[in-house]
């Protein structure tokens, strides 16, 4: 069992940034790829970036491509999602997760944390 705990969400202006962390206890000796999801109100969770265990494979939605960078910390169990140039249409509870490969679908995922809410004002 691999427990996933997010932090760094919070209110910010258009155009502005976050750091969102997730730091993983439990199984953390277990490779495990690491990814983050996001779900607006009233809509259905949407794929955001995937990062391998070894950190040489990562996927990008569209949308973000460019504006945001994913990255992890294997010594210290954690991965981030540095979020740039944040739009209001970025606005959404953001979930980390964790699976035996990067992929880009939630059902490869096995793991996931309870979610932190980013909202992004005009």
């Known amino acids: 069992q691999v427990q996933l705990v997010e932090s760094g969400g919070g209110l910010v202006q258009a155009g502005g940034s976050l750091r969102l962390s997730c730091a993983a206890s439990g199984r953390t000796d277990l490779s495990y790829a690491r990814a983050w999801f996001r779900q607006p109100r009233g809509k259905e969770r949407e794929f955001v970036a995937a990062?391998?265990?070894?950190?040489?494979?990562?996927y990008y939605a569209d949308s973000v491509k460019g504006r945001f960078t994913i990255s992890r910390d294997n010594v210290k169990n954690t991965n981030f999602l540095q979020m740039n140039s944040l739009k209001p249409e970025d606005t959404a509870a953001y979930y980390c997760?964790?699976?035996?490969?990067?992929?880009?679908?939630?059902?490869?995922?096995?793991?996931w944390g309870q979610g932190t809410q980013v909202t992004v004002s005009s």
């Open positions: 997760a964790a699976g035996v490969n990067p992929a880009t679908t939630a059902i490869s995922y096995a793991f």
């Open positions: 990062i391998s265990w070894s950190g040489g494979t990562t």
